[in-house]
């Protein structure tokens, strides 16, 4: 199956009205689900509107694309950011969140949420979110650096609205939840230094996801761990120590090597290089069958669960979909790549 809602999404002329429609997002999901042949009701990874609405909460009125904390919100946007985290929110978020009881209705589809991960919605908040990384994973704190305490402030910030929005969608009746951390990599994070023994991605990037993981599994929701950048072996045996039923990597991963990292009780998905499948001359049609019978082969032979997947999203490129569509045909020609 391919992370490939937003294809769906995009036969509509009027794609972006259906995001903040409940009815029609809804039926884009369940439509997918079922063109892809697959029990997964997957969300659009859309990872937009977690900033939008941390903006909302906040009352700061910038347009997401272009706001960036240059110092830390105010007592009174803190105040107003914590009294309205359960309440209100923004249309798209909203539309995201009451489709899964649609959704939920279908008795053969798993009903899904998605968020994006607190450390990656942080990166968005921050002109130059890599600095204070860097500068914490020396040893620098807050009390130190001002950038470290931004960086700190907005992780926080970032946290509480994703443990926000997930509750929302478990009680819409999500049984699963997808955790987009596609920041969490090695551009934000120096592998020289956690080879030396920094543990900056653990505070960093981990332990906001390790409240996260509590959560779900409190309300007994699996989780689908998402993270398509380019990783070092640590990244990948973090990610396992959540415990995720799936874990789905970038093609920058060889999955049949990361099998040994990652437990069996979680199933690996991926990881066609779908950000390329836009070019014949990147990624054929041919290059995808080949890869899809190289993963299948590779995965049964490393006797791992596995799931042949996309690297991340399918987005619908203008005047390039017809090639992407072939692509996404190729790779789910079942019979073909199994034999």
């Not at 972006?16 to 009815?23: H, L």
């Not at 009451?98 to 908040?125: H, N, W, Y």
């Not at 009746?173 to 991605?201: C, L, Y």
Request: glycine share 6%; with cysteine; hydrophobic share 45%.
């Amino acid at each position: 199956m391919p992370l490939g809602t937003d294809l769906l999404l995009h036969e509509s002329p009027d794609a972006d009205a259906i995001k903040t429609d409940v009815k029609r997002l809804a039926a884009v999901v369940i439509k997918s689900a079922r063109r892809y042949r697959t029990p997964l009701a997957m969300p659009l990874m859309d990872l937009t509107r977690e900033k939008a609405a941390l903006l909302h909460l906040l009352g700061i009125e910038e347009g997401e694309n272009e706001f960036h904390f240059t110092e830390p919100p105010d007592t009174a946007a803190l105040e107003r950011f914590d009294g309205s985290l359960g309440g209100e929110t923004t249309p798209a978020v909203h539309a995201s969140t009451e489709s899964i009881c649609l959704v939920a209705t279908q008795r053969d589809l798993l009903p899904m949420g998605l968020c994006i991960g607190p450390f990656s919605l942080m990166t968005k908040l921050l002109s130059d979110p890599i600095t204070p990384v860097f500068l914490a994973g020396s040893g620098a704190t807050a009390d130190e650096e001002p950038e470290v305490k931004l960086m700190e402030i907005a992780l926080e910030l970032s946290t509480r609205l994703a443990l926000g929005i997930i509750q929302r969608q478990i009680d819409a009746g999500a049984k699963m939840m997808v955790i987009a951390e596609p920041a969490a990599n090695k551009v934000f994070f120096s592998p020289a230094q956690i080879a030396a023994g920094s543990d900056v991605f653990e505070k960093i990037a981990m332990a906001p996801n390790r409240r996260i993981r509590a959560l779900l599994k409190g309300a007994g929701v699996d989780l689908f761990f998402h993270c398509c950048g380019e990783l070092v072996d640590p990244m990948v045996r973090a990610f396992a120590s959540l415990d995720p039923a799936i874990l789905s990597l970038g093609s920058s991963r060889v999955l049949w090597n990361d099998a040994a990292l990652v437990p069996k009780s979680t199933v690996l998905f991926g990881n066609l290089p779908s950000k390329q499948f836009y070019s014949d001359s990147l990624v054929s049609v041919d290059d995808v069958r080949h890869r899809s019978r190289e993963l299948i082969e590779r995965m049964r032979e490393a006797r791992h669960p596995f799931i042949l997947g996309t690297e991340c999203d399918v987005l619908s490129v203008p005047d390039c979909r017809p090639t992407i569509l072939a692509k996404v045909d190729a790779m789910l020609e079942r019979d073909d790549v199994a034999k």
